[in-house]
């Protein structure tokens, strides 16, 4: 987030007095300025792709990355020196995320992290930190002018009509979360921040210009706030981070509450009447409902969810969090009661009354819902196979479908015509496998034959016998996706998610990439409810 260094303690205007100093002059209440202008954020230069003589080697192999993928390497090849990549959880987290940006095919060829060699590059970036220790002192120069400039342009904000400098005005570069001790994060890849992700916040109608090409996320005129951009980091996120340090218990509560309503999806939850189900959601656990473990030879901090949520359906989750989430909770925990409130400062009103606060419109869902769509998106991107067939591409739709449902805890009882439905199936299964064989059989007699008697009747018969035992096996590839697909299911519920909480402009971005055919996905009354997705998103759309 992008403010002045020294933001104003008192809700004052400065007014000029006729000896040329500055009085206080008292704004409404709540008000912070009456106008603001400022030229926006600085962004981080873009990527430029390695020399061609700076390879990279799998397995022994040279092998050509793509831009994402090798921008992303590039990030670790410049950490070999370090500790950092000798710890286990650095190199799983890097080598999850650094996956998430490479093409289908280099996800199937890079599987082995131990595997890659990145030692051209690391060279590559020893030689280009000694030529900028060696600039000379034009060069030096040169660079402190372009910085002054920058400042000029960038470093200064007009409050009131009065020129105030901004603290920091550039937005950090992508690269490896490091963080202190042994964090669990560490090792994540911090996404290059792009304007789409900037809130610009500033007197109606003096909006900067984004860069070309670029749109900010949103643009508005808050005076009752003093930040100037703001945007949200994908690895850390200060969206509630901050307040986990609140002296006020009430706001150490809350900003907890949040971040397992953020992480784990977790409803807000509200009170109950007597006559109803003893369902809970984040704000209204009680003791009860979680117990700590220390780790201490993993070193992790291990929070362990037990209780009912929506329509009865247990949660339980064992959940590694952050150190201070750990420690917080142990302070809400002190001298309570198992029946008693976790968090006792905090409902869903107050809650969401501080999310609208922040954003108009904001509120607990929206975060459960952001995350089932980002969740959809990732998977699609993971479990997708261009060269696959439409079933199979429907089985990995079906997955990255459920992995929602999983984070959302939609789950169902296992059906009670499910036993009997895979009966039903796995016999006409066994059937075309019989029929396959029985059809590859007579192919090869029909080929002996039309080769021994050159007759073109056999060989006709041949042809279409090759045909038929092709299609058999499509057939019965449909079939054993079908099953597989219902056994994975049996205890999921996909349409909450699908229909309730899944942005549909992924799912018909998915299908016009894919070539698979929307009514594979949604029905005719679906289709109708998401004719705006239908006619919005394209094949490039992408959440």
């Not at 603290?167 to 994060?185: A, M, Q, Y």
């Not at 975060?367 to 969740?375: C, D, E, V, Y």
Request: aromatic share 8%; proline share 4%; glycine share 4%.
């Amino acid at each position: 987030m992008v403010r002045p260094p020294n933001e104003p303690k008192k809700k004052k205007k400065r007014k000029k007095r006729g000896n040329g100093m500055w009085e206080e002059e008292k704004h409404e209440d709540g008000v912070k300025w009456k106008s603001l202008e400022h030229k926006g954020p600085v962004f981080a230069t873009q990527y430029e792709p390695l020399p061609g003589n700076v390879k990279f080697k799998y397995n022994g192999q040279e092998m050509k990355l793509s831009t994402a993928a090798e921008e992303v390497g590039s990030f670790y090849a410049a950490m070999l020196d370090h500790d950092y990549v000798t710890k286990d959880v650095f190199n799983k987290n890097f080598f999850k995320d650094w996956r998430k940006f490479m093409t289908h095919s280099e996800k199937e060829i890079i599987t082995d992290l131990k595997k890659c060699d990145f030692t051209y590059m690391l060279t590559y970036f020893k030689a280009k930190s000694e030529e900028r220790k060696n600039r000379t002192k034009e060069e030096k120069l040169q660079l402190k002018t372009e910085n002054e400039e920058m400042v000029k342009e960038y470093g200064w904000c007009i409050i009131d009509g009065h020129k105030q400098r901004i603290g920091n005005f550039k937005i950090e570069p992508p690269g490896l979360f490091r963080g202190r001790g042994d964090h669990p994060k560490m090792g994540m890849v911090k996404r290059r921040v792009m304007p789409e992700d900037v809130i610009i916040n500033c007197t109606k109608g003096t909006a900067p210009k984004p860069p070309p090409g670029h749109k900010w996320k949103e643009v508005r005129s808050d005076n009752t706030v003093t930040w100037l951009a703001s945007w949200t980091e994908n690895v850390q996120g200060q969206t509630y981070k901050e307040d986990w340090k609140s002296k006020e218990m009430k706001i150490r509560q809350r900003s907890v509450a949040l971040y397992f309503i953020d992480k784990l999806a977790l409803r807000a939850g509200n009170e109950k009447d007597e006559d109803q189900a003893d369902t809970v959601g984040a704000c209204s656990l009680r003791v009860e409902h979680i117990s700590l473990h220390e780790q201490k030879e993993g070193k992790q901090c291990v929070v362990v969810f037990d209780f009912l949520g929506k329509d009865s359906i247990r949660y339980y989750n064992e959940v590694p969090v952050e150190k201070r989430v750990f420690k917080n909770l142990q302070i809400f925990m002190e001298n309570k009661k198992p029946g008693d409130d976790l968090f006792d400062r905090l409902n869903t009103t107050i809650m969401n009354k501080h999310l609208n606060d922040l954003m108009e419109g904001l509120t607990a869902k929206v975060f459960r819902t952001f995350n089932a769509s980002n969740t959809l998106q990732e998977q699609l991107d993971e479990l997708t196979d261009p060269k696959s067939s439409v079933t199979e591409k429907i089985l990995a739709y079906n997955r990255a479908n459920r992995a929602v449902a999983i984070l959302c805890n939609h789950q169902r009882a296992v059906p009670k015509t499910f036993a009997k439905s895979m009966e039903n199936l796995q016999v006409k299964i066994t059937a075309k496998r019989e029929a396959i064989e029985d059809a590859e059989k007579s192919f090869k007699d029909l080929k002996k034959e039309a080769k021994k008697t050159g007759s073109a009747a056999a060989k006709i018969a041949a042809g279409k016998k090759e045909k038929q035992v092709e299609k058999l096996k499509e057939q019965l590839m449909k079939l054993e996706v079908q099953a597989t697909d219902r056994e994975e299911n049996k205890e999921i519920a996909l349409g909450t998610s699908k229909l309730n909480y899944l942005d549909p402009r992924i799912s018909v971005a998915w299908c016009k990439k894919n070539d698979v055919p929307i009514e594979k996905i949604y029905n005719k009354t679906q289709r109708e409810k998401f004719q705006w997705a239908i006619d919005m998103a394209g094949p490039e759309f992408v959440f």
